[in-house]
């Protein structure tokens, strides 16, 4: 019976299989028959056992099923699959098998081999969400809307520098995903303690020949396993990046609430919002994206409480990240995936926009007159306290220039025409479009360099 929604409910095919029961056996059966190769290769076993190891390893008679069964008769998971992988060899090949390795040594690296695919779909998936972000910024680098900070009408920006934001901070992510591979793919096959004693005086090139047939860097100072800073590493990554989903989802959200309601997430012609409340347009890709990167971020403390082993290593880890590894990269995953669908399906209100900026009738343009009335020859103060005067005893529906034109310090160095101007939003954007401009062009360069279309 399923009970993990992972089983049913969340997590993407590509990212599932990569993480699934068979092909985590399939990648330690990679590391036995690499092992065994670079044995061979170095005379410590005959030639013919490694070749026939291989062979059993990818003959597909090593199966979950058959692998469980013996694990139920030894209590060893490890030991029922090097059990069950010599009972697939023929002639006596199966006494080679894992011959001075210990269990981390297959497990750890197979991780390796893991993360190494994983990182890979990361990294797509990183690129599509940029890849949106910046066509949606691009689109709307010139949409006027209301900034707002604590909540409140702040200043005008654009939609297209909004959405630049957390495009540069997606590509900060992409950064960081390049320079955590070399650290975050890595394997050890250096046995029991960490000396490697059980391969004798060849262990370090027995150790580079196994990792290089798989593709992974080897872990420079092992113990019993790979340094558990590196997992927690990860789980630091796929945390930072899942706030700035969620960090984009809650904006969605925010703006999409009915009083604002300048953005709507895609709704589709027979989707029900509510079981009763049959008006109602949910924003629950947005609401899925939060709840889902909440259950994500939870598995962090598993990955730093599991990097507190005793000595050399204890059991304590391993049960914790069986749970919090697959977990944390098929939620990023689906994460990303829902963000960059949720900013393609964006319904950008122009109209609510722009009814957003005339709400406070001209209050959001305060700092604008400010500038101005500096550059009239008024002192920077003077001009802040006159106008925190005007604005705050304003009366209720009437216009800030009206407030402002009764002003006789106002009309001394102003004329209405020139006051009517500082208050328009589309002249107070500064060099928001040139950050826009720059944003993109960096994710543009970036998507060239990947060789996606950007």
Known sequence: MLSCPLDFRYGRAPAKRIFSESHKLELMLRVEAALAKAQADVRIIPKEAADEIARAAGSGRVTVEKVAKAEAKVKHDIMGLVQTLADACKGDAG????????????????????????????????????????????????????????????????????????????????????????????????????????FGPKALKIQDAVMGELGLAAETGATQVVARDRYVELGSLLTMVSLTCERFALEIRNLQRTEIGEVEEAFGKDQVGSSTMAQKRNPITAENICGLGRVLRSNLHVFTDSSLLWHERDLSNSSAERFALPHACILADEVLAKTAKLAAGLRVRKDRMRSNLEMTRGLVMAEAVIVALVAKGMGRQEAHELVRKVSHSLPEGRHFVEGLWKSSKVRKLMKRKAIEAALDPAKYLGVAGKIVDEIVGRQAEWAKAAGKTA
């Open 95 to 198: 006494k080679y098998i894992h011959l001075g390795a210990t269990s981390n040594d297959i497990i750890d690296t197979a991780t390796g081999l893991q993360l190494k695919e994983f990182l890979a779909l990361l990294r797509d998936d990183l690129g599509e969400v940029c890849r949106v972000l910046a066509a949606l910024a691009k689109a709307h680098r010139n949409t006027v809307m209301v900034g707002r900070t604590h909540g409140q009408h702040a200043l005008p920006i654009t939609f297209g520098l909004k959405i630049a934001v957390f495009l540069d901070e997606f590509m900060r992510h992409v950064w960081r995903l390049g320079q955590a591979e070399t650290r975050l793919c890595v394997g050890k096959m250096m046995g029991a303690v960490g000396t490697g004693a059980g």
